[in-house]
């Protein structure tokens, strides 16, 4: 356990004990110094009741005030099965697969731990973190690059699919190890940790010599779990390039370690408008008072805010399960924004629904629920051919005079139609 944890510390750390920016060491210093001397998290971050006898259970001598530092959290992570023993009656399909001598890489943070039924293995938060035997099947149309996202990176960390945007992959390290990863062949890897600046700065000319890039989106890995004087060096460079419009963070550290989400970080953020952070909510049972509070804490402080959610067979894939939860992601501001077709990498079959089941949803959404509920479902093309959106089937026909549609009742309306 302490080895784990050393190795966690040694990840985390690793950018402010050896890596600086190219203008020197006294850039990244100065910004440190002035961000540690700031307040973080207080007495007052929520503790749900789950939570907090979690807490007293498996980490006794444990103050309130260290479990709600997010360092904490990512040092005493579940990171191995003997760990996971600990707080979890573990199925026969948890155990077969470490048993038949296969150590896939886990990484699950305490709080989001305290969340997990320790007796129900088919819980949807459980099953989406802690590993079975039905990751070991493999089959022929799944790929390690689903997307070929490397076909599309013309230097290191940058994928430009897109004409006027680019995906910037900062990390490869995440606080919790999502078991349906898109990007499980560079995370969860245990020599995982944060870029170095210099490959940064590459990245970066990058983007400032292609003027036709006006949004970035910043992404991993995780990168809330980068440090605060790194993300204000990340988010300064960026913000320094006069085309450069929208800036962008993928991250599912508010609802794996909503710790993280502090008042500096939040002043970091803000600072830098108009940024757009999309979250990875997965299930309504992940709003929990943490989450909310670090939600509403970001949308005080103006940061817009959208929901990405992948489709997964037996945790969401239900009409009133994902109407719950984009009704709940209203109430802290958070629109949902896209579901995914969960992408085929290598062990994804148990995750996957049929395209039908994510078309069932959307047209239990429409009509059922406010527009603003509503996401975007779409299809990650495989081979890199972008998101593809889908829809239920409401136009009937088209002719030079009328379009027949069908609504959410299942009703049939006539609009006459203009010639153009």
């Known amino acids: 356990m302490n080895s784990e944890r050393k190795h966690a510390d040694t990840s985390i750390l690793y950018e ?12 990244l210093q100065i910004i440190h110094t002035k961000l540690t001397s700031e307040k973080q998290n207080k007495l007052d971050f929520p503790i749900n009741e789950q939570t907090f006898r979690f807490k007293q259970k498996h980490f006794p001598g444990t103050t309130l005030q260290e479990w709600n530092n997010w360092r904490w959290q990512i040092r005493n992570s579940f990171t191995s099965y003997e760990q996971l023993k600990t707080i979890l009656n573990l199925s026969d399909d948890e155990v077969r697969i470490n048993n038949n001598g296969f150590n896939l890489p886990i990484r699950i943070t305490p709080y989001y731990a305290s969340l997990i039924d320790p007796g129900n293995p088919t819980q949807a938060l459980r099953k989406t973190v802690v590993p079975v035997f039905d990751e070991l099947m493999v089959s022929p149309e799944e790929k390690a690059d689903p997307l070929g996202e490397e076909n599309f990176s013309p230097v290191n960390h940058i994928v430009h699919r897109y004409p006027d945007r680019v995906l910037f992959l900062v990390t490869g390290f995440c606080s919790t190890y999502c078991r349906y990863c898109t990007r499980s062949h560079m995370v969860s890897k245990k020599d995982k940790c944060h870029s ?8 970066i000319e990058y983007i400032r010599n292609n003027k036709q890039i006006r949004d970035v989106l910043i992404s991993g890995g995780d990168p809330l779990t980068l440090s605060d004087a790194r993300l204000e060096y990340l988010l300064s460079r960026l913000r320094a390039i006069e085309h450069v419009e929208i800036i962008r963070i993928g991250s599912k550290v508010p609802v794996v370690l909503p710790q993280r989400i502090t008042p500096v970080l939040v002043k970091i953020l803000k600072k830098y408008n108009p ?8 299930h309504p049972d992940e709003l929990t008072k943490e989450t909310q509070f670090a939600c509403n804490r970001l949308a005080d402080s103006g940061i817009v805010m959208g929901s990405q959610s992948v489709l997964l067979k037996g945790i969401n894939d239900n009409v009133e399960v994902f109407k719950k939860l984009t009704h709940e992601l209203l109430k802290v501001r958070v629109k949902p924004y896209y579901l995914y077709q969960c992408d085929p990498i290598p062990g994804s079959a148990h995750f996957r629904t049929s395209v039908a089941k994510g078309l069932e949803i959307i047209k239990g959404l429409r009509g059922f629920t406010s527009g603003y509920a509503i996401p975007h479902y779409v299809i990650d093309a495989p081979g890199g051919g972008g998101k593809i959106p889908l ?3 409401y136009v009937e026909s088209i002719t030079d005079e009328q379009v027949v549609l069908k609504n959410y009742e299942e009703k049939t309306f006539y609009y006459p139609n203009q010639k153009d």
Do not use: R
């Open 16 to 27: 402010e004990a050896n890596v600086e920016p190219p203008s020197g060491f006294n850039h």
């Open 196 to 203: 170095s600046i210099s490959e940064w700065d590459i990245a």
């Open 275 to 282: 940024l757009f952070l999309s979250i990875h909510f997965t």
């Open 391 to 393: 829809l239920p089937d």
